[in-house]
C-alpha cells in the first residue's frame, strides 16, 4: 500500500468504506491498515475523511 500513488489509494479506501464499512476506525482494525498513513497520504492530495459521508472528500486548503 505504501508503493500506491495517492489517487490509487484514495479508489482504493472510498471503495471499501462504501461498500464494507461503516468507518475508517473498522476498515483500518479490520485489514490492518495504518488509519495515520493512509489519513497522511491523502491529504496531501486535499482529501480529508469526512465522518458523515464516510468517505475521502475533496476540501481546497
Do not use: A, G, V, W
Not at 476498515?27 to 491529504?43: A, G, M, R, S, V
Amino acid at each position: 500500500m505504501e508503493n500506491l500513488p495517492p489517487e490509487m489509494l484514495l479508489c482504493i479506501i472510498n471503495t471499501k468504506l462504501r461498500d464494507f464499512y461503516s468507518s475508517l476506525d473498522e476498515l483500518c482494525d479490520d485489514l490492518d491498515y495504518n488509519k495515520n498513513f493512509i489519513n497522511e497520504k491523502l491529504n496531501s492530495i486535499n482529501y480529508f475523511y469526512n465522518i458523515e459521508l464516510n468517505q475521502f472528500i475533496f476540501m481546497e486548503k
